[in-house]
């Protein structure tokens, strides 16, 4: 709210997400897709946030949405967006709104309460039916208290509590195929370097009632160790390595909305991050890296055409 472009609230563009000068790091992939998300979105949103970096954006009593914005314990964003969703149900049934000022209740949260602390909560809601947009931006790490692991650290990966010769030795958990064996509205997966396919799939879970998933990835330079103004790249790479697939589900079937023409050796993607440094210095952990790329392989296997 310290942009002097704008004298007051009126003054300010239509569902644009402001800048606050506030604690976030520059370069931040989970702020380049709210961003774009939020352009869509726009303000007859009211946002529950589960704490995370993405809770810094709000310094008391301001924020950088023109909507509305609750923050919440880690494990608890989907009961607070049920119960958001509920009195609005509640103010529609007795006449206080009209359908034209419903708003789109949507849980914003970090991939430690998404893939981990959150997700009985989730799949609760889910299971309800809760009409309500859910927000994953995954850094792949516990990134506000330090970049520890999380259900979503890929293998191998270095963090603040993986720190040993082969870094994180579990495996990052499948939260789009959680979300798909609850057969939601809708859920995809995005990323902000790839803007047209991000907008498409808003646009598309904006026109469904339900529980719909948005997992973006989120390159984060701070806990991924790579230098910000490669927040971009970073993110391309893991698309195109097929790290990270684009897919999308609706109506029981997944459909992947951009298949790389010639995936890249993943090494592109690994070698660019300082968390996957061991990988390749003081020398190549030849073993480790094959068994990354195998995995992505096989990830892709059923996806791409034999030969
Ligand atoms: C129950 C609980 N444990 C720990 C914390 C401290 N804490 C605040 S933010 C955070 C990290 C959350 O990680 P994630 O959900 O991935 O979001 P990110 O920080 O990466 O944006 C933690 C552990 C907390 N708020 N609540
Ligand atoms: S730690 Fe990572 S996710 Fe958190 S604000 Fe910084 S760049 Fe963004
Ligand atoms: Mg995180």
């Not at 352009?39 to 008391?60: H, P, Q, R, W």
């Not at 119960?83 to 209740?105: C, M």
């Not at 809760?130 to 963090?159: K, V, W």
């Not at 609706?250 to 690994?270: A, I, W």
């Amino acid at each position: 709210m310290n942009d002097t472009r704008f004298r007051s609230m009126k003054d300010l563009p239509p569902a644009h997400l402001l800048g606050t000068g506030t604690a976030m790091c520059s370069g931040c992939g989970g702020l380049e897709a709210l961003h774009e998300i939020y352009d869509i979105l726009g303000e007859k949103s009211v946002f529950i946030n589960a704490a995370g970096c993405m809770t810094l954006l709000a310094i008391y009593p301001f924020t950088p949405f023109r909507g509305s914005w609750l923050y919440s314990a880690m494990a608890s964003a989907p009961a607070g967006a049920q119960g958001v969703r509920d009195a609005l149900d509640i103010l529609l049934a007795k006449g206080r709104i009209t359908p034209r000022e419903d708003l789109t209740v949507v849980v914003l949260t970090g991939d430690g309460s998404a893939y981990g602390m959150g997700l009985s909560a989730t799949s609760g809601a889910v299971e309800r039916g809760l009409d309500f947009l859910y927000i994953c931006y995954d850094n792949e790490g516990y990134g506000n208290t330090g970049q520890q692991s999380s259900g979503a650290t890929p293998h191998g990966a270095r963090t603040a509590t993986d720190k040993g010769p082969l870094g994180y030795l579990g495996h990052k958990k499948d939260l789009f195929a959680v979300w798909a064996a609850h057969r939601p509205a809708y859920a995809a997966t995005v990323v902000g370097s790839e803007p047209l396919d991000l907008a498409r799939k808003i646009e598309r879970a904006m026109s469904l009632r339900g529980p719909r998933l948005i997992l973006a990835l989120a390159p984060c330079p701070t806990g991924w160790g790579y230098d910000p103004a490669e927040t971009a790249q970073i993110g391309k790479f893991a698309v195109e390595t097929g790290v990270w697939p684009l897919m999308e589900y609706c109506d029981g079937k997944v459909v992947h909305t951009k298949v790389p023409r010639k995936r890249l050796p993943v090494e592109e993607y690994l070698k660019r991050q300082g968390r996957f440094a061991h990988l390749f210095h003081p020398e190549r952990k030849e073993a480790l890296l094959r068994e990354i790329q195998a995995a992505v392989d096989a990830r892709w296997r059923e996806v791409e055409p034999a030969g």
